[in-house]
């Protein structure tokens, strides 16, 4: 069965850094997401992203946080200066026909910033 | 705004015991409710939704209703197996976004104990 996948599954960093977060997606999904989920809180949504354009964005994804795209199979989150509270579950999500009952999400990549 | 609540855990139970776990919410429009489940390791499935107001949604055994009165979305389960530890997720997605951005709880962990 296809999967979204998430590399690396772990990530530390010292803060300031800048770091990259990769997913793949289903092969055939045209929409794509990107949500996290900082310890003990709620998983919030950061971004939407089709057709190589931001969609929708949250108030969290600020100009520090970039989404791309950078060929056919990979999506990536970029945080540019890592701050410590960026420490946090990110999750990767994609859908065919851009459905909040069809996000496929991926197992999450721990980030943390010292 | 939109929010959702959930009953915090974690949640430990018996095999073949009675599972709750409650949701509520705030929304600003009409939403549709979901359910996701995260088995160690994976991402978060979808587990059942509703759409409407008075719609059971069902999958796995689990049973959730949408209740507007309430404003409630709670899970429930018959019998619980040890197969069913994970953290649940309660969800709501707003009909005025344009890809589905979804709305999560904090997450509930359940673990049923043979």
């Known amino acids: 069965e296809p999967e979204v996948t998430q590399t690396p599954s772990h990530q530390v960093t010292q803060m300031g850094q800048e770091v990259i977060l990769r997913c793949v997606p289903i092969?055939?999904?045209?929409?794509f997401y990107w949500y996290r989920q900082i310890l003990g809180q709620k998983v919030e949504f950061l971004v939407s992203?089709?057709?190589?354009?931001?969609?929708?964005k949250s108030e969290i994804f600020d100009d520090q946080f970039s989404v791309e795209r950078p060929d056919g199979s990979n999506f990536t989150l970029k945080i540019r200066s890592t701050k410590l509270e960026d420490s946090a579950m990110y999750f990767c999500?994609?859908?065919?026909?851009?459905?909040?009952?069809?996000?496929?999400f991926g197992p999450g990549t721990r980030l943390t910033v010292l | 705004g939109n929010s959702v609540t959930q009953m915090e855990g974690p949640v430990t139970l018996s095999e073949e015991a009675f599972l709750t776990i409650n949701c509520t919410y705030t929304?600003?429009?009409?939403?549709?409710l979901f359910w996701y489940v995260q088995y160690p390791g994976e991402g978060l499935q979808l587990l059942l939704k509703?759409?409407?107001?008075?719609d059971k949604g069902s999958n796995k055994g689990f049973e959730a209703t949408y209740r507007k009165e309430t404003t409630s979305f709670h899970l429930e389960k018959g019998s619980v197996q040890v197969s069913d530890s994970a953290v649940y997720f309660c969800?709501?997605?707003?009909?005025?976004?344009?890809?589905?951005?979804?709305?999560f709880g904090r997450g509930t962990q359940l673990t049923v104990w043979p």
């Open positions: 999500a994609s859908s065919e026909k851009g459905l909040a009952n069809e996000q496929f």
């Open positions: 509703a759409t409407k107001a008075d």
């Open positions: 992203f089709y057709n190589n354009e931001i969609s929708e």
């Open positions: 092969s055939n999904h045209l929409y």
């Open positions: 969800a709501l997605s707003d009909r005025g976004s344009t890809l589905g951005r979804l709305y």
């Open positions: 929304a600003t429009g009409y939403p549709s």
